[in-house]
């Protein structure tokens, strides 16, 4: 069965220091998304992208936070200088274009230390 | 804003007992409504989803959902709980095919042999 993958599972990085999370989604998904989930809390959602661009963001994803889609397969989400606070799991999820369900990885334990 | 409420954030049961787990959203228009499944240290699985049509679906491992618009509700039920229900399960909603997911807080269920 098709599957969204996420590389990697646990990422510990310094407090300052660029991280990118990868995520291949569904192969004829063209929907995809990042969400976070600190510890304890809800599942937040960050960014939604489409046709190579931002389709919608969240008040989280400021500009310390990128998305690229660099090539057919990958979607990958960027932190520039990662801050105490953005420890978390991140969640990458698709979605094909005739389906209202979305489809999510196993996600990457991020630790900022 | 719109927001998903799930009463409860952990609920205990006995092994063979019914499961059920409220979800309310606040919308004047139904929207698309999810349940997901998250056992431990995994990421979010579909449990079910109504889009339109009959207002009880059933999906994977015996759980059900019935969407009652005047109630603004989708309670998830299962009648006979089993050990491996043991997980967190989240309520979301979306608004449009394309659109983000908003997540309530979670409810963590217990079985209790």
């Known amino acids: 069965e098709p599957e969204v993958t996420q590389t990697p599972s646990h990422q510990v990085t310094q407090m300052g220091q660029e991280v990118i999370l990868r995520c291949v989604p569904i192969s004829n998904h063209l929907y995809f998304y990042w969400y976070r989930q600190i510890l304890g809390q809800k599942v937040e959602f960050l960014v939604s992208f489409y046709n190579n661009e931002i389709s919608e963001k969240s008040e989280i994803f400021d500009d310390q936070f990128s998305v690229e889609r660099p090539d057919g397969s990958n979607f990958t989400l960027k932190i520039r200088s990662t801050k105490l606070e953005d420890s978390a799991m991140y969640f990458c999820?698709?979605?094909?274009?005739?389906?209202?369900?979305?489809?999510f990885g196993q996600g990457t334990r991020l630790t900022v230390v | 804003a719109q927001s998903v409420t799930q009463l409860g954030s952990h609920v205990s049961v006995s092994e063979g007992a019914l499961v059920l787990l409220r979800c309310n959203y606040s919308s004047s228009v139904p929207p698309y409504l999810f349940w997901y499944v998250q056992y431990p240290n995994q990421g979010l699985q579909l449990l079910l989803k109504?889009?339109?049509?009959?207002?009880l679906v059933k999906g994977i491992n015996g759980f059900e959902a019935e969407f009652k618009k005047s109630e603004t509700s989708f309670h998830l039920t299962k009648p006979s709980a089993h050990m491996s229900d043991a997980a967190e399960y989240f309520c979301?909603?979306?608004?449009?095919?394309?659109?983000?997911?908003?997540f309530g807080q979670g409810t963590e269920l217990s079985v209790k042999p």
């Open positions: 109504y889009t339109t049509g009959a207002t």
């Open positions: 999820a698709s979605r094909e274009s005739g389906g209202p369900e979305a489809f």
């Open positions: 979301a909603v979306s608004y449009n095919q394309g659109g983000k997911l908003i």
